[in-house]
């Protein structure tokens, strides 16, 4: 009897492990089929509610294009300003003629700021050699210089330093030497003043510049998502109005809530998809079509080239479809939030 027992208890646990495979197995076919026929609703009320539908993807992707225009214009700027701070250099005069020997006891001087990068000396001789090689093709020029010409020529050329410095904006420390420092007064030109802010004006216009394409680019992107949010918002309650009956017999008849908000979600989603895939097409070409205009003018575009020309350009468009995608599900889950409940 007892080992009867022993085999009907085996054999209950065996059908009891069958029986929760089974129920497993048939759960996740029904969450399966369950899935399916969300997205297949979802699709159908993005058709049905064509218009509005397309109204809310056109607005979505002009959000997500602004956001982009941006992004690349803060970028663009910002970088272009600093690479007109790299290039920049002081120059400072010193007397004609002055030696060698003498512009590298200025140099060891002026080095020992720490704002210097680097600094470069070139002689009076030296500097009429870079002349000649400037008016090489000048034919003008060259047919004067003679020998008395080249020597008055070279008795009047300053001496140079050119300094490269880290911080542009902070030049005060570097002037207290160049205007204190006993050596630097007394080789210095007179008649020649340091260029302390060659192309300052500029760097400063291109930095507002800058900081203008943030505040304005995050003001629009604003102002059209909110009008994405809310034309979502409206299409999202008239698709709950119109199938509010369809609704209530699901309630009735005990269909989950996920699986009535399901629907929704996905034709909201499939409106962020669209507008991401348009938005990033449009910014993909805009960009290319740009880019060597922008060049010429002087504007650095290579950060932003060099993410369009790579395979980063891939994470780009799936940066523009999950950005659609999340607009698209919060507008849904406030309009679902507020009116389904109600339906």
Known sequence: MAEEKVGKEKKLKKASKKSLRTMQKNRNRHLVREKA????????????????????TIVMSI??????????????????????????????????ETSLEKLDE????????????????????????????????????????????????IAKMQSTMRIKVNDIDNLDSIKKIVEENELFVEYVDKEKAPTYDVNRAEISTITSWARIARTAGVILASVFLVISVLIIFSTIRMAIFSR??????MKLVGAEKSFIRGP???????????AGLIAAVVSYFGFTFLAPKLSNYGINVDAISSVMESNQLILVFLVFILAGVV?????????????????
């Open 63 to 96: 959000t997500l294009i602004i956001l982009f225009v941006t992004v690349v214009a803060s970028v663009i700027l910002t970088n272009t300003a600093e690479m007109m701070k790299d290039k920049i250099d002081i120059t400072v005069y010193f007397k004609p």
């Open 244 to 249: 509010r009956e369809e609704i209530y017999m």
């Open 264 to 274: 929704f979600l996905i034709e909201a989603e499939i409106c962020g998809v669209i």
């Open 327 to 343: 607009v698209g599900r919060v507008s849904a889950r406030l309009a679902i939030h507020k009116y389904l409940n109600k339906a």
């Open 106 to 153: 200025l140099k060891a001087i002026i080095s020992e700021d720490s704002n210097i990068r680097s600094v470069e000396t070139s002689t009076s001789q030296e500097e009429y050699d870079k002349f000649l090689k400037e008016n090489a093709g000048s034919d003008e020029v060259l047919n004067i210089l003679d020998d008395e010409m080249t020597s008055l020529m």
């Open 37 to 56: 026929r969300v997205v297949k609703y979802g699709t159908k009320s993005f058709g049905r509610n064509i218009w509005l539908s397309t109204a809310a």
